[in-house]
């Protein structure tokens, strides 16, 4: 009888912890991530206000007009500056026709750019440091792991940016296609 009270008391434990664990993290969100990302938001309007939407717009136009900057360069710039998930607005200043395209390097972005700086995607984290740990045990440093994670990343948002590029345009013109013969 003593065995089975013990048990219940264990299990009663743990329940409780788990959620004083959750309203711990729940908490460090409140006083941490959240007030931060308000502040990100409004610093990165206040300077978009301040240099003027139409010049903004104009230099990410001009910066996204090649594919290789538009699936690489810009979304590692949106991650790094503007962290997950505020880096996905970037997307208001690129043109109608490659936003689907970009919001998939960015998406692609998040986890390549967290080995080196975890600031960006830190809710990935978890999966960065499990390898890490792995690597490290073998007593390998993980720098170089993580730089070469972000150059394959690199290439594989450009990869996927152009494919998902021509993907949409293909399927547009499907879409306006089957529209005509209607």
């Known amino acids: 009888m003593e065995a089975i009270n013990n048990f ?3 299990l009663a434990e743990g329940f409780t912890g788990l959620f004083n664990a959750a309203g711990a993290q729940f908490t460090s969100f409140v006083t941490g991530m959240i007030p931060m990302l308000i502040c990100l938001i409004l610093t990165v309007k ?7 939407e139409d010049r903004v717009y104009g230099f990410m136009k001009k910066c996204t007009k090649y594919a290789v900057l538009r699936y690489t360069i810009i979304p590692f710039l949106c991650c790094f500056f503007l962290t997950n998930p505020m880096a996905y607005t970037f997307g208001v200043f690129v043109e109608e026709e490659y936003k689907p395209a970009f919001y998939d390097a960015v998406v692609s972005m998040m986890h390549p750019i967290t080995g080196l700086f975890p600031h ?33 990343g690199l290439i594989v948002c450009l990869f996927k940016g152009i494919v998902t590029e021509k993907l949409y345009k293909y399927m547009v013109a499907r879409k306006e296609a089957k529209l005509q013969n209607n």
């Open 120 to 152: 960006a995607n830190s809710s990935e984290l978890f999966v960065w440091l499990g390898i890490t740990a792995g690597y490290e045990a073998l007593g390998k440093s993980s720098a170089p792991l993580a730089l070469r994670f972000l150059f394959v």
């Open 46 to 52: 206040a300077i978009i206000q301040l240099i003027g």
């Open 8 to 10: 219940l008391i264990f």
